[in-house]
């Protein structure tokens, strides 16, 4: 068997002995046919004229999908001197053109040709024309350390986009070294009217030991901007101090109901300790033994907390503790596939659940509802109260879906996240990314982890009919739950 595979994995490290001219005219021959290979075959030739030709190949494949998927090839051309700056401005040229998937998907094979594409990103940070794109563009920079000149994130510091003011202010700050003039300007910035200010000084306190990083943690946690609160609790938690554990506790007794869940649960990572959400149990124990406990070493993994959660209302059984959520439910045309012996429909079952768990949420929730298969649509595309009529009218959207090709994940999730009041998404499917204007299932978890840098918000999958391992990263990815419904 050795003897008859040698050769072919002899021939497949050989470099191609055909010209760029002959690959081209190949791929012109074949269009929409021609395979992945060719066009991975140009770029691994890495000459002057094989980039040209790859550049020109695409013109020739008329599907927007396999044009998305060759774009990874140009990162071939990363190291090669003058190259790399000719395959950085062929991305950067789709990337801010009129076609929404191919500019997205140019803007994130922008990321593999740093740091050649590190002025482009900047570019795209500052002046994208969507949201989309400079998210990408950041995500891309966070990744590779924020590692820009002084000018350019001064620049990005005083962007128009909150989410780009956050990562300049959050990067500009982490570079004082003298600590007098690092505490005042922290101090300043959770001052601030501007939320991205905020948040970065709240971020960076998690990390930092600053004079008073306790005092001005403990006063984030009342600020009126919901994002801000979930980041100071997530950046307690991150000290893994005794401080941090006293504080969340005290918070404990005056937080709102979903508030508590998500306290309960750092105060579960950083005790090793089940006791709930009552906030009397933690009271107790960190009298009787606070003064000589020690933190563990590393969190213990997450449990689902005790009955005293007090919940009214769950999803395909899982309880629903936030006040501020989004339901988005697939309604692409494989729902309507049998999904239980007595013939119902997974669809039909999943209208079915939405239906009782919109019923069950309380007075004192709020909530939208997402749907997605050919495109993604909102129901309100923000948060409303869950009062009775809005609950009915709800419902009575949820039994009218219908069932389109296609599974946009990609723009679902970004609905989901369009309101940033909402700490909890619950997201159910039965498939991965189709005709999506983001099919990288990679790129969605990471694109989603930088969305979630401002957020703080969980996202609870719930999949019908396999496993999907990247749905369930992504869930423990932002604290959420992952479930699988056969």
Not at 313 to 329: C, D, N, Q, W
Request: glycine share 4%; charged share 25%; proline share 4%.
């Amino acid at each position: 068997m050795l003897s008859i595979l040698l050769p072919l994995l002899l021939a497949s490290s050989i470099p191609s002995e055909r010209s760029p001219e002959e690959i081209l005219k190949e791929i012109r021959s074949k269009g929409n046919q021609a395979p992945m290979e060719l066009f991975e075959e140009l770029a691994e030739l890495k000459t002057e004229a094989a980039l040209e030709a790859l550049i020109k190949s695409l013109s020739a494949v008329p599907k927007r999908d396999k044009v998305c998927t060759a774009f990874k090839t140009f990162a071939q051309f990363n190291g090669v001197p003058e190259l790399e700056n000719r395959a950085t401005d062929f991305l950067l040229e789709h990337a801010q053109g009129n076609d929404e998937k191919l500019s997205l998907n140019a803007a994130w094979q922008l990321g593999p040709l740093w740091p050649a594409s590190r002025d482009a990103l900047v570019e795209i940070a500052l002046y994208g024309d969507t949201r989309d794109l400079r998210s990408l563009a950041l995500l891309h920079m966070v990744e590779h350390d924020m590692s820009l000149d002084s000018k350019q994130l001064k620049s990005l510091a005083r962007s128009k986009d909150p989410a780009v003011r956050y990562e300049g202010v959050l990067a500009r700050t982490a570079r004082i070294e003298d600590e007098a003039k690092l505490n005042k300007l922290v101090s300043n910035l959770l001052k601030s009217r501007d939320t991205a200010e905020r948040l970065a000084a709240v971020e960076f306190l998690g990390d930092e030991q600053l004079t008073g990083r306790f005092d001005q943690l403990q006063r984030a946690l009342q600020d009126d901007y919901p994002p801000v609160t979930r980041k100071a609790l997530s950046s307690l938690e991150r000290t893994r101090t005794k401080e941090a554990i006293k504080i969340l506790i005290e918070r404990l007794s005056v937080a709102g109901r979903g508030e508590r869940f998500r306290i309960s649960q750092a105060l579960e990572r950083l005790t090793g300790k089940s006791l709930g959400t009552e906030v009397g149990r933690w009271q107790r124990w960190w009298q009787a033994e606070g003064a000589s406990f020690v933190i563990p070493d590393s969190p213990p993994e997450s449990t689902e907390p005790a009955a005293e959660a007090h919940t009214t209302s769950s999803f395909y059984g899982l309880p629903i503790h936030s006040e501020r959520l989004v339901f988005a439910v697939d309604s692409s045309k494989s729902m309507q596939n049998p999904a239980t012996t007595n013939g119902a429909s997974r669809i039909e079952i999943a209208q079915l659940e939405l239906s009782k768990a919109i019923e069950g949420l309380p007075e004192s929730s709020e909530f939208d509802v997402v749907h997605f298969g050919q495109l993604a649509w909102s129901w309100k595309g923000e948060l409303i109260p869950a009062r009775s009529k809005n609950k009915k009218a709800a419902q009575q959207f949820v039994q009218q879906l219908d069932l389109t090709l296609g599974t946009e994940i990609y723009a679902a999730l970004r609905e989901a996240f369009s309101d940033p009041r909402a700490d909890a998404i619950l997201f159910l499917t039965d498939g991965d990314p189709q005709l999506s204007l983001m099919q990288n299932r990679v790129a969605l978890r990471r694109i989603v982890a930088q969305w979630n840098r401002t957020r703080h918000t969980t996202v609870d999958c719930i999949t019908i009919g396999t496993e999907r391992a990247w749905l369930r990263q992504l869930s423990e990815l932002t604290g959420g739950r992952y479930q699988r419904i056969d």
